[in-house]
């Protein structure tokens, strides 16, 4: 699966995708919002793990945008803020195929990220 990461904490998603590649999950990894939209502009992704607070633009816009252009784009959004039943009350709860807490616990995502892929697999499958 194609997959990018958008979190303005450069440390984390840097770290985040080294770890994952390690994993043998290539993943292209962006600080700014408007980075993520222009990269999908130019190559459509499978995924987008996004975190929910950034400055500007947060996740929720921004999945908006990218799934404007990516309609087929799945999401997982990370936060740190608030708790799992505030976010799933709120106005993402609907278009979130997943939903992680910070700490992230990177079992959890490689879990997510995995079912994602079986689930386009399946879909790709039927068409």
């Known amino acids: 699966m194609k997959t990018i990461l958008v979190d303005d904490e450069m440390e984390f998603v840097s770290a985040l995708a080294e770890r994952l590649a390690l994993r043998g999950i290539d993943a292209d ?3 700014h919002p408007e980075e993520a939209i222009s990269k999908v502009q130019e190559q459509c992704y499978d995924l987008a793990v996004l975190d929910v607070k950034m400055p500007k633009l947060d996740g929720i816009a921004l999945k908006d945008r990218l799934q404007k252009v ?15 039943e505030a976010f799933e009350a709120g106005q993402c709860a ?12 990177l079992g959890e995502l ?13 879909e790709d499958d039927s068409e």
């Open 29 to 31: 990894w962006v600080i």
């Open 70 to 84: 990516c309609p087929q784009m799945r999401f997982i959004f990370l936060t740190g803020h608030g708790s799992r």
């Open 94 to 105: 609907a278009g979130a195929d997943c939903y992680l807490l910070k700490p992230l616990n």
């Open 110 to 122: 490689l879990s997510k990220i995995q079912e994602m892929g079986m689930k386009k697999k399946l």
